[in-house]
């Protein structure tokens, strides 16, 4: 088993549509999340981050953590065309699980496009 | 200016040819980061540096080294290119004092082609 996993798509959806993307991992040292875009021939950008289990909201974009389930969601609301992009999924060992918080796992990408 | 700069963009390559691939950072991080990434393989990591002194290989090293020059300068070379070290290549810089992880910034990549 992997130690995360991420549905590549394609995924396409009209413009306006609430996205959900989502990423499994085997690994319950993880202990920070977070969601990374990546347009098309550009590096990967930080979208956001969590830690631990919860929420965060951030404009449109909602991320999500279920450490029971070992399961992470990104939620994008009212898509847009701008929101199309490759979204990594990325985890990492915290500082009291004594793992090397250096090291981000990353998932293979989902590839989503919004179509107006 | 972009803060992680990495220098070709795009390169083509014969196999055998000793290839380098440069990255300068102005974000003052002290760690960098070389991955490629491949179409249904993801990010994956090949050297790491913690400082100027500090150099690890990441997960597929085999084929590649790297030369820390200073602080703000990481690069990758390919000593003889191979057909399947065809990627993009990422640089990326870190600052582990930023408290919560090690967020990760990256460059915008060099697409390497070796034939």
């Known amino acids: 088993q992997k130690e995360v996993e991420q549905d590549p798509g394609p995924l396409s959806v009209p413009e306006g549509a609430i996205v959900s993307l989502n990423c499994t991992y085997s690994?319950?040292?993880?202990?920070?999340f977070m969601w990374y875009r990546q347009y098309s021939r550009k590096g990967p950008e930080l979208l956001m981050y969590?830690?631990?289990?919860g929420n965060k909201e951030d404009g449109r974009f909602t991320a999500q953590v279920d450490k029971s389930s070992k399961y992470i969601s990104l939620f994008i609301r009212d898509s847009q065309p701008s929101d199309s992009a490759t979204y990594l999924c990325?985890?990492?060992?915290?500082?009291?699980?004594?793992?090397?918080?250096?090291?981000?796992?990353f998932g293979k990408g989902t590839l989503l496009t919004v179509n107006p | 200016d972009a803060d992680v700069t990495q220098t070709p963009r795009n390169r083509i390559t014969k196999t055998g040819k000793r290839i380098m691939l440069e990255c300068s950072q102005t974000k003052g991080h002290d760690r960098m980061y070389w991955y490629r990434q491949d179409p249904g393989l993801g990010l994956r990591l090949i050297y790491y540096s913690f400082d100027v002194k500090d150099i690890n290989k990441g997960e597929i090293s085999d084929g590649y080294s790297v030369s820390r020059q200073a602080q703000a300068k990481f690069s990758l070379s390919l000593e003889s290119a191979i057909p399947n070290q065809t990627a993009l290549y990422f640089c990326?810089?870190?600052?582990?004092?930023?408290?919560?992880?090690?967020?990760?910034?990256f460059g915008p990549g060099t697409r390497l082609t070796v034939l």
């Open positions: 990325a985890m990492s060992p915290g500082h009291n699980s004594g793992g090397s918080n250096y090291k981000l796992t």
């Open positions: 969590t830690y631990s289990s």
């Open positions: 990326a810089t870190s600052d582990p004092g930023q408290g919560f992880t090690d967020t990760q910034y």
């Open positions: 690994n319950s040292a993880f202990q920070y």
